[in-house]
């Protein structure tokens, strides 16, 4: 489509994609500047707990959170449209523990499996649990929020900005969950090798199927679900 055939809605659409790429990609670019200093300072327990979070939370949420939260303040719009509502909760949530459960079987059979603890993937989380309660609380608060709702609900909105732009005629075809499911691919380590192929091959699935749940289902709390209670917890 010529840029002359382009409509108000898709030239909005693509103005919503670019914030929220750019976005990411100078967090991303800030991130590899000073990853140094970044990791000596998170890492150094003279530092309060919850300010070496906060840093670490802010720049989490700069490259899964900050983008599409600019847009839906530029266009007014709610997040409550894109799926935060309670039709569908039970077959959103059900559907994404399908779509996930060949990354679980895959982590079990793999020996990478070491016990169920929720955001154990987070840097600082056992440092939280060793402190005061309400550190704790605080703290658990911060992560949830930042690692568990918004990198779950970034996809979704990513997933439909780039769907709405990019519609498909075929029903098992969405192109913001492929886009979506390639970059959470690129952006994690790559092991090329058999059982790396399958990890990637898993991952894909899981982060595709969540998202056409989410299309099928109107709901988007599956995908935050699996964040909250999967990808960060296995």
């Known amino acids: 489509m010529s840029k002359a055939n382009i409509t108000p809605q898709q030239r909005k659409l693509?103005?919503?994609?670019?914030?929220?790429?750019?976005?990411?990609?100078?967090?991303?670019?800030?991130?590899?500047?000073?990853?140094?200093?970044?990791?000596s300072f998170v890492k150094n327990d003279n530092?309060?707990?919850?300010?070496?979070?906060?840093?670490?939370?802010?720049?989490?949420?700069?490259?899964?959170?900050?983008?599409i939260t600019a847009v839906c303040l530029i266009r007014r719009e709610s997040f409550f449209?894109?799926?935060l509502k309670k039709d569908n909760f039970l077959k959103s949530v059900l559907g994404t523990?399908?779509?996930?459960?060949?990354?679980?079987?895959?982590?079990?059979?793999?020996g990478q499996f070491d016990g169920y603890r929720p955001f154990s993937s987070v840097i600082l989380t056992d440092k939280l649990m060793e402190?005061?309660?309400?550190?704790?609380?605080?703290?658990?608060?911060i992560v949830i929020t930042v690692w568990g709702?918004?990198?779950?609900?970034?996809?979704?909105?990513?997933?439909?900005?780039?769907?709405?732009?990019?519609p498909s005629k075929h029903k098992l075809l969405d192109w913001g969950a492929v886009v979506c499911a390639v970059v959470c691919i690129l952006v994690h380590p790559i092991n090329i090798s058999l059982l790396g192929i399958v990890e990637?091959?898993?991952?894909?699935?899981?982060?595709?199927?969540?998202?056409?749940?989410?299309?099928?289902?109107?709901?988007?709390?599956?995908?935050?679900?699996?964040?909250?209670?999967?990808?960060?917890?296995?």
């Open 14 to 39: 693509d103005i919503d994609i670019w914030i929220i790429g750019l976005t990411t990609f100078a967090v991303f670019a800030l991130y590899s500047v000073f990853s140094q200093q970044f990791m």
């Open 47 to 67: 530092v309060p707990i919850l300010l070496r979070l906060t840093v670490i939370a802010a720049l989490q949420f700069g490259v899964a959170g900050l983008g």
């Open 81 to 83: 449209n894109s799926g």
């Open 97 to 110: 523990i399908g779509c996930y459960a060949p990354l679980i079987v895959y982590v079990l059979a793999s």
């Open 131 to 141: 402190s005061g309660i309400i550190l704790k609380i605080v703290g658990m608060l």
């Open 149 to 166: 709702f918004f990198e779950g609900f970034n996809y979704v909105v990513v997933s439909e900005k780039i769907s709405q732009r990019y």
């Open 200 to 234: 990637i091959l898993v991952t894909l699935f899981a982060i595709y199927g969540m998202l056409m749940v989410k299309k099928v289902t109107g709901n988007a709390w599956g995908c935050i679900f699996a964040f909250l209670f999967i990808w960060n917890a296995i």
